[in-house]
Every structure is written in structure tokens, then in C-alpha cells.
């Protein structure tokens, strides 16, 4: 008998999510592109209604987020009652993995997913499944090869961080059609809002026809990042299970009031899409040479792969963009030491992290 409170032994087999840096070198004000925030900052209709609740901080907010679920549902064409609330997309991940996964279960995932699936899965006792990508694209083949009768939940990012890439409708219903009836396909959808490729589909269809799929988004890529705002859609039943299990005030007040107005403002966030699209088309076409190759992708970001030569390896990219003030994203907790993630901020940091990758080229 152990003389302490042991923690559960699944959660010793976590690596702890390591944020980006958000520091640049001493003396330089740092310019940050590691985490994939909105640069154009939140919607103005969002920071009014947030200043507009500080009269109601002394009463409990909504537990049912009805006003929030009604916003998501009037603007997407959903259903209210098959809308779920969360602190931030990761609280709802956290929630389907207590759901669906026991000791002794599996969660299938891609090889370069997001680092909270691993995180959840083993949070809930359960062992997760990496699938094997193709030039790092999620594989349907890889991921339905690594279900077995343990597997409890499939995790699919689309599009994928870090990657930017995602599954066409095509690929994610042969997916969904290779699961069995028992195991939950869920769809992260995190950077819909950026997405213009003209075969993606969300998978809300797919929600509608089965009760073994769930679509979770969230507010942080579109200016409410500090708030910490998610939302999900999924079946009946599978509402049923969340809403016993989730938090009864999960998120406060002044977040929903504020996430409320940001869904509604369309307006801004086409004008957050087109400023990412034009910007990552930039860098998709520009960051290429001998030395580095950037990926097409379908988020707010880029994945830039370099070289292994001395000089021109992805340490030394990081280090003299980080002594510009340009701080990114290392990638060796995901696998990918060779890559950096690039995300997408105003044009002079994009003209000015341009031209530090390019000079690279004349060393």
C-alpha cells in the first residue's frame, strides 16, 4: 500500500501538451505566429457584447447556453437541441472520450493529428491507435486498417493541425462507411472557417443520418481564443450522454455573450477567410526553394518542411526568424522535427518572415 494518493496510471502515460513559444529574443517585441489565432483579432459586434456583460458577473450564466445555441444553430442551419457547449473545443474532446472510452479501449487517430486526441484517450484509460499517413495526409485505408473489436472512437482533424490538410466528402464518407455501427467517428472541424476547397464537406449530413458521428468546432481561430469557446453537433442519444456528463455552467456568461455576436458577424468572418487565403496562397507559392518546401493547406496556417544540411535545417529557420521577433512553431512534439507551422498574421509580418526563409537561401 502506497503511503500517498497515487494518480491513475493512464495519466502518467500522458506527455503534457506543450503550448508554442510566445517569446522572441530579449529586448524584441515578439510577433507571434505559433498558435494559430485569428490576426485580425476578434469581431467588433463580439467585444462590444463581452464590455456589455460585466453587469451580470455576480449571477451564474445559462447552463443551457439557449441564446449561444440558437445563434449556432440560426447562422449553420442546425438543430438547438443537437448543439453542445464547451470550454473551448478540447473540453468537448475530453467529454466524448469519458463518454465512449474504458480502460482496455482504443482510439484510432493519424499519425500527425492533434496532440489532444492522444491526451484524452489516455485520460480516460484507453490506449491510442496512431494510423500511418501518406505524405502527410490522413490515410482512409491506414485508419480503417487500425480499427479492431477495442476500438471505441476514431479521430479525424479536417482539416488536419499541423498538416493543413484534410479528407475531400468523397474520402470522409468511405471512412465513415468502413466504421463500424458501434465505434464514433469523431470530426474535428476547427478550421472550417478557412476552408475553401470546393470537395470538403463538414459532416453535419453525416450527423444527421447516424448516431455514430459528432462534429466539434470552435471560436478560438476566429478572435475568441482568451475566451475559450467550443461547440458541437451531434445525435440525440448522443446528447443525451453529454449533457449528464458535462459541467452545468461549462461556460461562462460573457463568453457566450460574446461568441453569440461572433457567429452572427459573417461579415467578419469572410473578412478574416479572405485576408488567410490570400496571405496563405502567399506563402504556398513564395516559401519554396532547395533548402524548404511549404504544403498547400486548408487552415490558418502552413506547414514548411527544410532541409537537414547545416544552415538550413528547421532549428536554424526557428532561430533566426525567433531573433527578428517572428516567433513559430516547432514541430518535434508532433513527430516532425524537420517543420516548422507558420501561422497566418498581418502582411508586413508575412513580407518580413518571407524575406528571413529567403535570405537562409544566400548562406
Known sequence: MSNRPEVNPSILEIAAYVPGKSKAAPGIEPIKLSANESPLGASPKAQEAYKNHTQNLAIYPDGAATKLRDAIGDVHGLDPARIGVGSGSDELLHLIAQLYIQP????????????????????????PVFAPETDLK????????????????????????????????????????????????VIDAAYAEYVDAADYKLGFDLVDKHENVVVTRTFSKIGLANLRVGWLYGSEHFMDGFNRLRGPFNVNGAAMEAAQAAVRDVAFTAQLKSHNKRLRDR??????????????????????????????????????????????????????PHALRISIGHDKDMTKLMQVLHGMNTN
Open 138 to 185: 490522413t490515410d482512409v485505408d491506414a485508419m480503417l486498417g487500425a480499427v479492431t473489436q477495442k476500438t471505441k472512437v476514431v479521430y479525424l482533424a479536417n482539416p488536419n493541425n499541423p498538416t493543413g490538410s484534410y479528407l475531400n466528402a468523397d474520402e470522409l464518407n468511405r471512412l465513415h462507411a468502413g466504421l463500424p455501427k458501434n465505434v464514433v467517428l
Open 283 to 336: 506563402l504556398v507559392a513564395e516559401l519554396q526553394s532547395n533548402w524548404f518546401r511549404t504544403r498547400p493547406s486548408q487552415g490558418n496556417f502552413v506547414l514548411t518542411e527544410f532541409s537537414q544540411e547545416p544552415g538550413h535545417t528547421a532549428q536554424d529557420a526557428f532561430e533566426a526568424l525567433l531573433a527578428e521577433g517572428l516567433v513559430v512553431r516547432e514541430m518535434g512534439s508532433y513527430g516532425l
Open 104 to 127: 482496455g479501449d482504443e482510439a484510432v487517430m493519424s499519425q500527425f493529428g492533434f496532440l489532444v486526441y492522444p491526451i484524452v484517450t489516455r485520460g480516460a484509460g484507453g490506449t
